[in-house]
């Protein structure tokens, strides 16, 4: 699921930082005779693979071998500043600075092949606490002995009902291990630096951008965020990793909320990213885009109200990568291929034909552009301290691999360099950059013109054309249809008879993956890039996807769900003046 979020959240694999190099503890050179030791990593890393090696060495051993030492410790930490400003309506609400660092204690007990994460116990693995700001190595030691042991009880409890119910259940279908056996990776990067932006500078550029806002009397609500943020995050292990990453990322955001007159709220988004405050477009590109929003809305608000429909469509590239990701994406995370409450949509798909023989799909969180656009699901490595790599996931519309965590699956044992999660979640396989390529490209207005000859050959009055899209959501358990919807924002009626397009409002669309899948008939000739946030059960990190247009033979939607509210029964300050 896509959504939009403006909380500081950690990276996980393009921030995702320390395994701990605790086997071999390089935590300091020998130099010269009589001379003090120079440290060669961070007095976080430090503390953190101290305290590690302490806690791994003594956990479960006391009391006479008595209780059950950990097979695996981990300890990650997200290091993050960020200045964030918000205006509304041309005023500034809130301009802000904010360092946090948080610290994940990751343990195992039992073994590889079992352990008290097993099933749904997995979130067992993780306990959270947040750490000194200030590198005091004695106060970071207590915080994550305090977190360790908190970990530790939490982890035996979990482990005893693993067993147990290992015991009463019946014999699971997919039976492999609950972790994989990976090398240990070390590579100490650059931290990143304080956040440095002219405060001043982005708060009047911000007051400025929503301010045009005000020239829109019908939108009822406005905001425009402005935030950047730095983040280092470190990892160590139990298995001899240590790793360090640092990751930067800029992003203006505005959102535009109206109310038709019949109570149905519209919703806008426009959303810029880059690496840092400087990568962000020219005012005068923004200020253009946030005009272009407004009078959208205006536009909708006057639009028809959809009926549903059942026929040919176009996805705008933009809108087929929000697709993808939703509808395909998720299905090809790898542990949606285990556990008795998975739907497994392409569990069984391996090596078959599950898209046209035109598209691939891979997923390469190594990619930090796409032509000149800033990717904000790169990594480098993900937060299970893997190196990010890219996968292959669909060649020539076969089937060949998923997104692999540690977490094993049948025929898939071991991790692609997929585990993400945020902040307090145990990672899974996510996606990162989701990229759609395709061997069958053609000029969209030839892409137009199969659409209506489409709609001519089903009898329809018109196709639908998806300008753009703002979110949705997969469903991939089987307690419930395997089905999906996504939320389009911008949708025309290209009619057959070629009078004008129409604007229309209120659409959902709907369907099932395998059949929406194989119904792309052609792809334009232009990749289209969308960048934004996704919620599941690791939490909310941040991904992208990239794709061209599409033509879709068959594409259902439905009526969104229309509120009863009234709009505004008091005219908002300035209306008359702004409608003359």
Not at 168 to 191: I, M, N, T, Y
Not at 281 to 290: D, G, K, L, S
Not at 573 to 578: F, K, T
Request: aromatic content about 6%; some cysteine.
């Amino acid at each position: 699921m896509t959504e939009i979020s403006f909380a500081i959240v950690r990276r996980t694999a393009t921030k995702t930082a320390i395994r701990a190099a605790f086997a071999a503890l390089a935590l300091a050179l020998p130099v010269a005779a009589g001379a003090q030791q120079q440290q060669t990593t961070p007095v976080l890393l430090n503390a953190m693979t101290t305290e590690l090696n302490r806690a791994f060495t003594s956990l479960g051993k006391q009391e006479s071998g008595k209780q059950l030492p950990p097979y695996f410790l981990s300890y990650s930490v997200s290091d993050a500043g960020a200045v964030v400003i918000r205006a509304q309506a041309g005023a500034l609400v809130d301009s802000s600075t904010n360092h946090v660092r948080i610290a994940d204690v990751q343990l195992r007990i039992g073994d590889p092949k079992l352990d008290n994460t097993h099933g749904a116990h997995r979130a067992s693995a993780v306990t959270s606490t947040p750490l000194p700001l200030n590198d005091d190595r004695e106060a970071l030691a207590r915080s994550l002995w305090l977190a360790t042991n908190a970990g530790y009880g939490k982890a035996l409890d979990n482990y005893m009902r693993v067993k147990t119910e290992a015991e009463v259940h019946a014999k699971e279908e997919d039976s492999s291990p609950d972790f994989s056996q990976e090398a240990p990776q070390v590579s100490l990067g650059k931290p990143a630096p304080p956040v440095k932006v002219d405060r001043a500078a982005w708060e009047q550029r911000v007051r400025a951008l929503s301010r045009i806002f005000r020239d829109y009397p019908d939108v009822n609500l406005n905001m425009v965020i402005f935030s950047a943020q730095n983040e280092t995050d470190y990892y160590a292990s139990s298995e001899g990793s240590q790793v360090v990453t640092p990751h930067l990322q800029a992003r203006l955001v505005a959102i535009a909320v109206s109310r038709a007159d019949d109570g149905m709220d519209l919703f806008r988004a426009q959303t810029f990213e880059a690496e840092t405050a400087e990568g962000l477009p020219a005012q005068a590109e923004m200020e253009a885009a946030i005009r272009e929003l407004g009078t959208s809305l205006e536009a909708l608000r006057k639009a028809p109200v959809t009926e549903p429909f059942d026929g040919p469509a176009i996805l705008s590239g933009r809108a087929a990568a929000v697709f993808f990701h939703e509808v395909l994406g998720h299905r090809l995370e790898g542990q949606r291929q285990r556990g008795t409450e998975e739907g497994q949509t392409f569990t069984k798909e391996v090596g078959q034909a599950v898209l046209p023989s035109f598209l691939s799909v891979a997923d390469d969180p190594t990619l930090t552009t796409f032509g000149k656009t800033w990717l904000s699901g790169n990594y480098e490595y993900d937060d299970e301290g893997q190196k990010a790599r890219r996968v292959e996931l669909i060649q020539d519309g076969v089937l060949k691999n998923f997104l692999m965590s540690r977490l094993p699956i049948a025929s898939f044992s071991a991790s692609n360099g997929h585990g993400r999660a945020q902040t307090g979640k145990v990672p899974i396989g996510r996606q990162g950059n989701l990229i759609v390529t395709s061997t069958k490209m053609e000029p969209e207005n030839k892409l137009r013109k199969q659409l209506i000859e489409e709609a001519k050959k089903q009898g329809k009055p018109y196709g639908l054309y998806f300008e753009d899209i703002s979110s949705g959501f997969a469903v991939t358990q089987r307690s419930s249809p395997q089905a999906f919807q996504v939320i389009p924002l911008v949708v025309w009626r290209v009619y057959v008879d070629h009078r004008p397009d129409e604007l229309v409002r209120g659409v959902s669309i709907v369907g099932t993956p395998l059949a929406a899948m194989k119904s792309i008939v052609a792809t334009g000739d232009k990749y289209e890039v969308f960048n934004g946030e996704c919620g599941a059960e690791s939490g909310t990190i941040p991904v992208s996807a990239v794709a061209p247009a599409m033509l879709v033979s068959t594409m259902e939607t439905q009526k969104q769900a229309q509120g009863t509210a009234r709009p505004p029964i008091l005219p908002i300050p300035g209306a008359e003046a702004a409608k003359q």
